[in-house]
């Protein structure tokens, strides 16, 4: 039982508590601290000195794999010339065996790496020579920043090994557009290969021989990955981006291991080329991913997405390397409008629920789930529409009318790269338009999609909604107050994976899942939302962060 708190129970009945009694993994009791020291007399007292409590996050857009997975290769955070670089490169010489990879992290500060090689004195990676002098007994990889991040261009290095491995010579072209092999005045590459895909291309493309995530580094990402997002609150995630067959299989794995102290909620990702493949992948998918899908409490596989755009020679290249998707996790597609509206109504047919990422083209997805929707109803089907930029208020009545669901990025789309909303006539009010969708009465969810994976930057972002560079405020009247987008970031997500009578909200039966704060994110000016941390988490009834 934890006493004298302050708690935040996205329960209708009952909003506010001082008061909460766990019993094994289940929420016994919540009220004031007479009432529920009366339910549960014998229980252990804790007293939380006025902190506050509430459900734990539940981050609906999370790409949590990737955040372990960084911390599976030497970081250069913190390097400030060509010199600190190739002192880490000689550090990890020293501990790898010879004639293995050396790959590291990008040049920058993490998480974004906006800074990339700017934040080194000569302002460039070191080149192949001097990666030679050291490490002269291991091929090195510097690898560029991955889009999604930071901002392109990435950079790039490797030693003269690294590039004897991958065969890449004077006369080596990408087929993909947009990557650089720096050469010399005679024409010899330097190693360093700048790239200015948001997803880079370089390693799938022309760089078959550097190391690539295993199923082994994937499993041990996920369980690293779980540490870190515990210890920022968050008890459940939702792979709303679709996960790839690997990363699906490395989650099914600790769940039999029973090591899962994230409850995850996962999405197939297609490996399909055309229509005809679709089809028959999806018929296969029923038993696994059809309506509700399969799954318990701590891992649910259900529906597919379905990306709406995508570049074919990019997704061809990626998908030539499956099962590995690099820092995706998922699997790279492109798919046209046409191809787009087929697999949709493919998608209903098989009732595998759709979610898709669209961007600014919401009035072009509308017209395509009407149609489905003349066919095949797919109301109370729970179909998902993510990463919403610009939505005119037509639309968001579609989205109403047709029972759709809804998951929105604030960091990617209003601070990260909302530059280009700064213009907007209505003062930005029709981007990430928080405030309307819930005014519609339309379900919908927060998320951090991993940029970065902290819940409470991501609180911020929603309720400022400041543009990163300027600082200005992209559609004020859409700004949230901290309540509220707290219910979105914990008890809304509940009702993607079809658990809302069991979790999410602090109640009596309701699974023991929640975070303790260090500060009541509902009385703090928005900007001290982002510098909030996270005492303690319980999943399930079980401690799993812990630094009171
Ligand atoms: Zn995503």
């Not at 557009?177 to 190693?191: F, L, R, S, W, Y």
């Not at 790279?332 to 009732?351: G, H, I, K, T, Y």
């Not at 997805?365 to 529409?385: D, G, K, Q, Y």
């Amino acid at each position: 039982m934890f006493e004298n708190a302050k708690i935040w129970t996205f329960d209708r009945e009952r909003p506010t508590a001082q008061a909460i009694a766990i019993e094994g993994n289940v929420i016994v009791a919540v009220g004031d601290r007479d009432a529920v020291r009366d339910t549960a007399p014998d229980a252990e007292r804790i007293d939380l000195q006025g902190a506050c409590v509430i459900p734990g996050f539940n981050d609906t857009h999370a790409h949590m794999e990737r955040e372990g997975l960084k911390t599976l290769r030497p970081s250069l955070a913190g390097a400030k010339s060509v010199g600190d670089i190739l002192a880490r490169i000689r550090e990890a010489a020293a501990i790898i065996p010879p004639g293995e990879w050396i790959v590291t992290m990008p040049a920058g500060t993490p998480p974004f790496f906006f800074d990339g090689v700017s934040s080194l004195a000569e302002r460039r990676l070191p080149n192949r020579h001097e990666l030679d002098a050291a490490a002269p007994d291991h091929p090195v990889y510097i690898q560029g920043v991955f889009g999604n991040w930071g901002k392109p261009p990435g950079h790039s290095g490797l030693n003269s090994r690294g590039l004897e491995l991958n065969n890449i010579g004077p006369d080596t072209r990408p087929r993909v557009g947009g990557v650089k092999i720096e050469v010399d005045a005679q024409g010899i590459p330097t190693g360093i290969i700048v790239e200015h895909n948001n997803r880079p291309t370089v390693e799938f493309d022309i760089l078959p021989a550097v190391p690539r995530f295993g199923f082994a580094d994937r499993l041990e990402g996920i369980r690293r990955s779980q540490r870190l997002y515990n210890a920022k609150g968050t008890t459940s995630i939702y792979e709303g981006h679709g996960s790839a067959a690997e990363t699906i299989s490395a989650y099914r794995r600790l769940w039999e291991l029973n090591e899962l102290t994230i409850r995850a909620g996962l999405v197939l990702s297609p490996s399909w080329n055309d229509l005809t493949e679709a089809r028959r992948i999806m018929r296969d998918w029923l038993a696994t991913a059809r309506g509700s899908g399969l799954g318990d409490r701590w891992l649910r596989v259900s529906g597919i997405h379905i990306a709406y755009g995508g570049d074919p020679v990019v997704a061809c290249c990626a998908r030539a390397h499956l099962p590995d998707t690099g820092w995706s996790g998922f699997v790279e597609q492109a798919v046209s409008p046409s191809d787009f509206r087929e697999a949709c109504f493919l998608a209903a047919e098989f009732d595998l629920r759709l979610h898709t990422i669209v961007g600014d083209q919401l009035h072009e997805i509308v017209p395509v789930l009407r149609a489905v929707n003349e066919r095949h109803p797919i109301a109370e089907r729970r179909w998902v529409i993510e990463h919403i930029g610009r939505a005119r208020p037509e639309d968001i009545r579609a989205l109403k009318e047709l029972g759709i669901y809804v998951t929105t990025i604030s960091t990617y789309y209003l601070w990260k790269g909302g530059s280009k909303y700064l213009n907007e006539a209505d003062g930005g009010n029709g981007v990430v338009p928080h405030r309307a969708i819930l005014d519609a009465g339309i379900p919908l969810a927060i998320a951090t999609d991993n940029i970065p994976y902290d819940p409470f930057f991501t609180l911020w972002t929603t309720c400022a909604r400041e543009e990163r560079s300027t600082g200005r405020v992209i559609g004020p009247d859409q700004r949230l107050d901290a309540h509220t987008a707290l219910e979105l970031f914990t008890a809304a997500g509940a009702a993607l994976t079809f658990d809302e009578g069991w979790k999410g909200r602090l109640k009596p039966g309701f699974a023991a899942d929640l975070a303790v704060l260090s500060d009541d994110p509902t009385t703090l000016p928005p900007a001290e939302l982002k510098d909030l941390s996270c005492l303690l988490t319980i999943v399930d009834g079980r401690i799993v962060h812990d630094v009171r």
